[in-house]
């Protein structure tokens, strides 16, 4: 196949006019409007970037990762995938560990099935981030408290095992647990340690980036703010290059003036767009539950019926995007970096996913002008087009 009529979206965070050839489920280089190897496909000027990948959020259609069935992995991602997000990494709740093996288990499972050539039409399923069980009390946002517990190797490496390597991400409190730097010792070689729903203090998530964190799980939120004479999580972030941080763009968790501030302290290449989108993602408005926790949702909000708290966001990956475009005001090229090949260098896999590139995965979307979704390709062949 060949894409003529686009633009394109290139490794240097530049568009250019041009066509994008693909092989199979490649991108290739050799295959070229002159020499096409099957059909030419007009792209009709649209923006052409790579499949977004979505490092954190729980669900949607109704559905959430956690239930822990193979259909609800299913629905969420193929609802992922048509609307652009073709790699996804999603989120565990905090939940009784035997719980949480047998939740990581069932996506592993999934994972297996797509290696086979099954649910060719769903996001690839490339990890899965657990915010608890490690986490704060104290910031626990509408995470359940009943099951939150101290940091604990052994139980960790049993996530991992449960997950068949699948885990890539897990959360920690650093301050409610004394022995931190000594538990993050112990994963940092075997997933990423992320702080998240922290209460901690400069100080000490210093010294857990120091130890071998490397992660800030949707930053501003769920820890302290960001004060100058307490900056927190966000200014041991802002201090650390090796750190990753997400951010939720949705316009609701964190205000635009702040989202562009960060962007300027961290740079681009650290920020990682994230959705955080719930079970009511692409559903109508009333009461879902998270986690055993009633929600309701009104328009773009989602909140914990008992206190109140944010729960979750239930706009998409690409909503959020074009968000930080248009009510945000940064750049496109910038954004897309965000939801694409910053993510996949975060998880590793950024040899086969997160660019445009010749022998990469050819998963694509492409955009109107107004950034409105006119086409998904995913593993080479045509999965929703719109005009």
Same mark, same amino acid.
């Given at each position: 196949?060949?894409?003529k ?6 490794s240097?965070? &530049? ?16 295959v070229?409007?002159?020499s ?7 792209? &009709?000027? =649209? ?13 949607a259609l109704?559905?959430?990762v956690?239930?822990? /069935? ?6 969420i991602a193929?609802y ?6 073709t790699?996804? =990494?999603?989120?565990t709740l905090t939940?009784p560990?035997?719980e949480? +093996? ?12 797509q290696?086979?050539?099954?649910f060719?039409?769903c996001a690839?399923?490339?990890?899965? #981030?657990m915010e608890?069980?490690?986490i704060?009390?104290?910031k626990?946002?509408a ?8 940091c604990?190797?052994?139980i960790a490496e049993g ?8 885990? @890539?991400?897990?959360?920690?409190a ?14 940092k070689? @075997? ?7 922290? +209460?901690?203090d ?5 010294r ?5 964190? &490397? ?5 501003? #939120?769920?820890?302290p703010?960001? /004060?100058?004479?307490n900056?927190?999580v966000?200014?041991?972030?802002a $201090?650390?290059?090796?750190? #990753?941080?997400?951010?939720i763009? $949705?316009?609701?968790?964190v205000?635009p003036? =702040?989202?562009?501030?960060?962007f300027?302290m #961290?740079?681009?290449e650290?920020?990682i ?15 879902y ?5 009633p ?6 909000y =989602? ?26 005001k ?19 896999? $950024? ?6 590139e010749d022998g @990469? ?10 950034l409105?979704?006119?086409?998904v390709? &995913?593993d080479?062949k045509i999965?929703? $087009?719109?005009?």
């Amino acid at each position: 196949m060949y894409i003529k009529n686009i633009k394109v979206y290139g490794s240097d965070m &530049k568009f250019r006019e041009g066509g994008i050839g693909i092989s199979e489920d490649r991108f290739a280089n050799t295959v070229t409007e002159e020499s096409p190897a099957g059909e030419i496909f007009d792209g &009709k000027g =649209c923006y052409a970037i790579p499949g977004l990948i979505d490092v954190h959020f729980h669900g949607a259609l109704g559905e959430d990762v956690c239930d822990g /069935t193979p259909e609800a992995v299913e629905t969420i991602a193929r609802y992922e995938a048509y609307e652009g997000i073709t790699a996804i =990494c999603p989120a565990t709740l905090t939940l009784p560990v035997e719980e949480l +093996n047998s939740i990581l288990a069932n996506m592993a499972a999934f994972r297996a099935l797509q290696k086979e050539g099954r649910f060719s039409d769903c996001a690839d399923l490339i990890g899965i #981030n657990m915010e608890g069980p490690f986490i704060s009390e104290a910031k626990k946002g509408a995470q359940n408290p009943a099951y939150i517990i101290p940091c604990n190797a052994e139980i960790a490496e049993g996530f991992v095992k449960a997950s068949d390597g699948l885990l @890539k991400i897990i959360g920690l409190a650093p301050e409610d647990n004394p022995d931190f730097e000594a538990y993050i010792e112990a994963m940092k070689d @075997k997933v990423i340690v992320s702080l998240a729903h922290t +209460n901690s203090d400069y100080d000490t998530a210093m010294r857990a980036f120091a130890a071998g964190a &490397k992660h800030a799980v949707h930053l501003y #939120n769920a820890m302290p703010e960001f /004060t100058h004479r307490n900056p927190g999580v966000v200014g041991a972030v802002a $201090d650390t290059p090796h750190v #990753n941080a997400e951010i939720i763009t $949705d316009g609701v968790h964190v205000h635009p003036s =702040c989202v562009r501030t960060t962007f300027k302290m #961290n740079g681009a290449e650290r920020m990682i767009l994230i959705s955080d989108s719930l079970r009511s993602t692409g559903m109508p408005d009333g009461q879902y539950v998270l986690g055993g926790q009633p929600i309701t949702k009104q328009g773009k909000y =989602c909140r914990l019926v008992e206190g109140g708290s944010l729960a979750g966001s239930v706009s998409n990956l690409r909503e959020c995007m074009v968000n930080a475009v248009k009510e945000m005001k940064l750049p496109l090229e910038t954004v897309v970096a965000c939801a694409t090949i910053n993510p996949a260098r975060a998880l590793g896999i $950024d040899d086969i996913y997160g660019s445009i590139e010749d022998g @990469k995965k050819a998963d694509l979307v492409l955009l109107r002008e107004d950034l409105s979704l006119a086409g998904v390709i &995913k593993d080479g062949k045509i999965l929703r $087009d719109e005009e």
